[in-house]
């Protein structure tokens, strides 16, 4: 079945960098989107970035844009999430997700993912 197993999160200061990581399995990573959302306490979930596996084209939402960075390892079956200049407003608990399946572009809607991760707690605080 399919299975997407987030790690890498942790508590870090402002300014500093961190990288998530998004081990997939079950399905073939080149026929899926793969993106990060993230969800803070008391708010919606938040869609941040996507790739997709086939051709490695990404989207990225305004708030991430230029800090973030998403890539993927295909032998690996891995996505990551390279996140720079941290602020207190990136405390959210991230998801990896799939889906979009066998599109030509991806965004970062809820609706176009099936699958999601337990979740990786990102704390920014100094």
């Known amino acids: 079945q399919v299975q997407l197993v987030e790690s890498g999160g942790g508590l870090v200061q402002p300014g500093d960098s961190l990288r998530l990581s998004c081990a997939a399995s079950?399905?073939?990573?080149?026929?899926?989107?793969i993106g990060w959302f993230r969800q803070a306490p008391g708010k919606e979930r938040e869609g941040l970035s996507c790739i997709l596996s086939s051709d490695g084209s990404t989207y990225y939402a305004d708030s991430v844009k230029g800090r973030f960075t998403i890539f993927r390892d295909n032998a690996k079956k891995m996505v990551y999430l390279q996140m720079n200049s941290l602020k207190p407003k990136d405390t959210a608990v991230y998801y990896c997700v799939a889906g979009g399946w066998y599109s030509s572009s991806c965004i970062v809607e809820i609706y176009e993912y099936d699958y999601w991760g337990q979740g990786t707690q990102v704390t920014v605080s100094s």
């Open positions: 079950g399905f073939i990573l080149d026929d899926a989107a």
